[in-house]
């Protein structure tokens, strides 16, 4: 080799870390850790979940194949159906008045008062609360005897309610135990997005004397799509696995029994997991459907916000 | 001389016949199996306990100590509640992770965990000097009912039970007792009013003592509304513990057993009968339901216990025996209450109990072993007993010194538990609960079902049809014999 062909050599190769830090690279090296992360962690176990939902399998035996079976027992019964029905029920009206309420204490918030911050701080409270140790809490306070929400009701001449025994009342105080905790997340996201909106065009709207009521639809509402998507879209995936609030309540009675608790019940107390696979895949697959829906609804929302 | 030689010889007669009585009593008396007959245990390894939390479940926790300081080894221990218990046990079983040294079974997972639990006898040969008739004398203290529940349907006895919960009967005497609600019951129904012995009986009591604000109770102008039944018809175990006691009182089964021609079993079936009885439990039970506090229907165990503490209801009719020392706190909340105990109506409820099993994963089945001697042993139980724990041994709550009133506390359940035991050793055999390996499953899906009947989401009808319907289904799928 000629001397000017070993510099050419010397001049070509590369170290490894020149090598993986070259722009066609770079991109690998950095999110091949995360990918392995995400393949131990959720694709393993979610393609493993899959795999046992063409499966019978009860722990005391080998998981047998037999198809879609688990899958056309689960579209068959009749108690999935019911669970799921009042999950969708919970969730709609759940989101609905997080939202309304979300809303109104923002735009009550969005402005300068004494003790703001306080009152502020107090407010976030709920999110910061264990969810088993808070529907635990609502349990003792909504009993018809002892509890103090019904303790008041008597002082106040109006009658004890059975909040968590009457078949009638007691999924509404699931729900309100949900929206209790979660309400606080609509409002300071939508607080924050209210701080965040631009002054100029407000004020325009206001000199061109548009009402509060206008302003509001046509320009805050609007500007504010996008958070209220993002709220939505969140709120959803984590309605459908609405668990908590039941186990410190009523376990799935009183007429109260959801999707989540269907699977819980299905997979961990019968040990059916093939079905309860099958429950969970099914679960996962409306999840990922309506939260397709969602998003593409927040990047139009975007797209009109900016 | 002679009348000196006749007090000598009356004497001599005297001392021998007390050397004979006390001699022929310490020859005769069975020795009581206590901490210091433990041999010294050759594995030295750690165990690792599970219990059931709540309740008085931590009274055994300081036992656990002293058999760690006698043997040398190291006793830890993990306590869950009894709704997350079998779950969380049956996975490390199954998986055979080495988790739990000993574990708490409830009677009717006797047959389910067969395969994952060592037969006491096993360990006794391996580990007892005296072999399984050593045991075998051991357990005559215990009753046999209880043993036959800690075991399968082979005869392999998978503990040693250890703490009880038989449903009994509780009420408050000083109301029962009052002459005036005596009169008017009698001249309402036409009978006495004592402890219900029947269902029609339960229902008169329930109606009568039901009261509204304002009316009275013995004399006195209520100022609450007042109940005659305490029951738990919430989505737990317990509702299915207070139909089941309806059910088996009428001679019926969740599911019949079928024996070959020598009397073995060879699977189940939800005969006519069983049908006719279980739609009448269940119709039965939600009659009663009117005569319950405002919540039962999604009460369990403390709603009904606390309805009758705190004086709002006069009758708890099925409610573990463990609850007895809560519920009769109703003598200190209420001046002049009473409590007492009597048998359940019909005479056939739920009698289950704890036992602790040893793992087969076990990595010290012999420290395993001689940990449940001690727990399930004589002295062991009474001190506990005599402590509030309700004991499962029948030599101890017999002791007759314990019907003094001054043990009323502690023992006022005692009775009317042994009672029961006896009224059910005959039956306990045919029972679906101690011959299924579904049996966990099956127990959830009873709960479910009975709780939505109490709810009147199904009618009686309806609850047997899905009750057959389900019970064929992981009977099938989960149990090792089959619905016929």
Known sequence: MTERAVVKSLETRKTVWQVLSADAYIKWFLIVPLLAVLSAFMFYPLFYCLYMSFHEYVLRAPPLYIGVENYRTVLHDAVFWQAVGRTFYVLVVCIAVELSLGMGIALLFNREFRGQNTIRGVCLLPLLISPLAMSLMWNYMLHVQFGIVNQVLVWLRLGAVEWISNPKIAIYSIMFISIWQWTPFSIFVLLAGLRGLPKDALEAARVDGASRWFTFRRLTLRMLMPLIIIIVLLRTMWLIRIFDPLYGTTRGGVGTEMLDWFIYRIAFVFFDVGKGSALAIFSLYVTIVLCAILYRQLIKALGTAR | ?484
């Not at chain 2, 023992?411 to 538990?417: D, E, K």
């Open chain 2, 1 to 484: 001389m002679g009348k000196i030689s006749i007090k000598r010889l009356e004497w001599a007669l005297v001392v021998i016949a007390l050397v004979v009585l006390v001699g022929g009593q310490a020859l005769g008396a069975e020795k009581k199996f206590s901490l210091a007959d433990v041999p010294e245990i050759k594995n030295k390894r750690p165990i690792h306990v599970t219990l059931e939390a709540g309740g008085s479940a931590d009274l055994i926790i300081p036992y656990l100590q002293k058999f760690a300081e006698h043997t040398g080894v190291k006793v830890t221990s993990e306590s869950m509640v009894f709704a997350s218990l079998y779950s969380k046990v049956i996975v490390e079983l199954i998986a055979k992770t080495g988790a739990y040294d000993i574990v708490v079974t409830e009677t009717s997972w006797s047959n389910e965990w067969e395969d994952y639990l060592y037969p006491m006898q096993d360990l006794a040969k391996e580990y007892d000097p005296e072999g399984v008739e050593g045991l075998e004398r051991y357990l005559a203290g215990h009753d046999p009912g209880l043993l036959r529940m800690c075991s399968t349907v082979d005869g392999k006895l998978m503990g040693i039970p250890y703490y009880t919960y038989t449903l009994i009967y509780i009420y408050r005497e000083d109301v029962f007792n009052h002459p005036a609600e005596k009169a008017n019951f009698r001249k309402r129904y036409g009978y006495e009013l004592a402890p219900a012995q029947t269902w029609e009986q339960l229902r008169d009591q329930g109606e009568f003592l039901t009261r509204k604000k304002g009316e009275k109770l013995k004399g006195e102008v209520l100022e609450k509304n007042v109940y005659g039944l305490s029951m738990m018809a919430g989505r737990y175990p317990h509702v299915q513990d207070e139909v089941g006691a309806r059910v088996w009182s009428r001679g019926g089964h969740w599911a019949s057993p079928v024996r070959d021609e020598a009397g073995k079993l060879i699977g189940f079936k939800v005969t006519e009968k069983d049908k006719r009885i279980l739609q009448w439990a269940f119709e039965d039970y939600v009659r009663n339901l009117a005569f319950a506090p405002p919540g039962t229907l999604s009460g369990y165990w403390d709603f009904a216990t606390a309805q009758f503490a705190a004086g709002n209801a006069i009758i708890i009719p099925h409610i573990y025996n463990s609850l007895w020392n809560w519920a009769s706190s109703v003598e200190d909340e209420i001046p002049g209450a009473k409590a007492a105990s009597a048998l359940v109506p019909g005479n056939r409820p739920y009698t289950g109990a704890f036992h602790f099993s040893p793992s087969r994963d076990s990595k010290n089945p012999e420290a395993a072993y001689w940990l449940l001697k001690y727990i399930g042993s004589y002295q062991n139980q009474k001190e506990m007993a005599e402590g509030g724990w309700v004991s499962v041994r029948r030599d101890v709550l017999e002791e007759s010194q314990y019907t003094d009133p001054k043990w009323h506390r502690q023992f006022g359940w005692a009775r009317a538990s042994l009672d029961t035991w006896d009224e059910q050793l005959e039956d306990v055999d045919d029972y679906l609960h101690f011959n299924s390996a579904a049996f966990g499953k099956l127990y959830e899906m009873m709960t479910i079902i009975c709780h939505e009947n109490a709810i009147q989401q199904r009618t009686p009808k309806e609850s047997v049809e899905e009750w057959v319907k389900v019970f064929t289904d992981l009977q099938t799928k989960h149990g090792k014999l089959p619905v016929l």
